[in-house]
């Protein structure tokens, strides 16, 4: 009822300024967990980042608590990102569930809230190294696993957490799919309210030859696109693309660091 979601939104503007006057600390420019003395329980986990998805860190706080992110000594480890700091007392190189291991679900939600905000080259750049991570365990053992180390192993390889179960397509399948088409190929599917047209948003941040293919990419429950692309890097050189779409839809295309873009307008069954 109309009553109903009044209240949820009451409850949640009341959540978001509770958050910002107490949970944040401006000293460390972090969201904390708040003890029942009111202090600070300080422990640098990826739990705070929900913040961003949530649209509750005002911009005043964004680029200071997104630059943890970056930090070698906290979440910028080999493989990104741990559920808790490098820093912290408690870190597991092994992962050892919440003390340190990097999940798929966590790395996702991350990532819509940087995109959220627009930072859009970092959440490209996490992505990429996950990604990159999951690939070489997955080549060393053929399978996907419920979490990640963050750290390297002995032979300097990628490894799965301690412990953490094989065989987890579960929320790890977020990986190989979600995270591989949203921000390595940069697909966004959008509708344009004043045109009424769907658009194919392919906005390529790798700094490398590209090329690849999805088919039946889901528009809708009903409709889909088949897309092939293939770019060879250089500033001239614009990227092939090829494809088949059930339903009328544009395409628009960035590359080179969003300094080159295209339009394509292309037509049911072509």
């Known amino acids: 009822s109309l009553e109903e979601i009044e209240d949820i939104i009451k409850e949640i503007d009341f959540l978001e300024k509770w958050c910002n006057d107490n949970a ?3 000293e460390d420019k972090f969201y904390f967990d708040v003890q029942k003395d009111n202090k600070h329980r300080k422990i640098f986990s990826i739990g ?5 998805i949530s649209d509750s860190v005002p911009k005043s706080k964004q680029i200071e608590f997104v630059n943890h992110l970056n930090d ?9 990102v741990p559920t808790l700091a490098a820093s912290d007392k408690h870190y597991n190189r092994d992962g050892n569930y919440w003390c340190g291991s990097v999940w798929a679900p966590t790395n996702y939600m991350l990532l819509k809230g940087l995109s959220q905000i627009g930072q859009d080259q970092l959440a490209f750049e996490i992505a990429f190294n996950h990604h990159s991570n999951i690939v070489q365990v997955f080549e060393q053992t053929g399978t996907l696993w419920e979490n990640y180390a963050p750290e ?10 301690q412990p953490s179960k094989n065989d987890f397509v579960g929320w790890t399948g977020l990986s190989p799919i979600s995270i591989l088409f949203e921000y390595i190929f940069g697909l966004t599917i959008k509708f344009n309210n004043d045109t009424n047209i769907v658009q194919l948003i392919c906005d390529i941040q790798l700094n490398a030859p590209l090329k690849f ?38 395409v628009i295309i960035m590359w080179n660091k969003r300094t080159k873009c295209k339009t394509i307008k292309i037509n049911k069954n072509n």
């Not at 390297?152 to 957490?161: C, I, V």
């Open 72 to 80: 070698n000594q906290k979440f910028n480890r080999p493989h990104r």
């Open 152 to 161: 390297l192993n002995d032979q300097n390889k990628s490894t799965f957490g």
């Open 213 to 250: 293919g999805v088919e039946q990419f889901p528009i809708s429950f009903e409709n889909q696109i088949d897309l092939h692309f293939d770019w060879q890097l250089g500033e001239q050189l614009e990227p092939t693309i090829n494809i088949k779409s059930t339903i009328d839809i544009e």
């Open 48 to 52: 705070a980042y929900w913040s961003l």
């Open 24 to 26: 944040w600390n401006d």
